[in-house]
């Protein structure tokens, strides 16, 4: 596997991580992922969280 490959795939598991965390946070989530926001990282939640807040609107 090429290196340019698996830092996409690291960057999409960071993001699907980052989702999870902001979904686990909602009062009305369909799961709870205590892990998640640790997994994703500081980048990955400051990217996701406004389209994903932006989104549920």
């Known amino acids: 596997m ?3 490959l698996e ?7 960071k993001l699907m ?3 999870r965390a902001v979904e686990s946070q909602w009062s009305d989530a369909l799961f709870a992922d205590p892990l ?8 990955a939640m400051r990217s996701a969280r406004p389209r994903l807040e932006e989104a549920e609107k």
């Open 7 to 13: 830092i996409k795939v690291s960057t999409t598991a």
């Open 17 to 19: 991580a980052a989702a």
């Open 36 to 43: 998640a926001e640790k997994l994703a990282g500081t980048e």
């Open 2 to 4: 090429s290196e340019n």
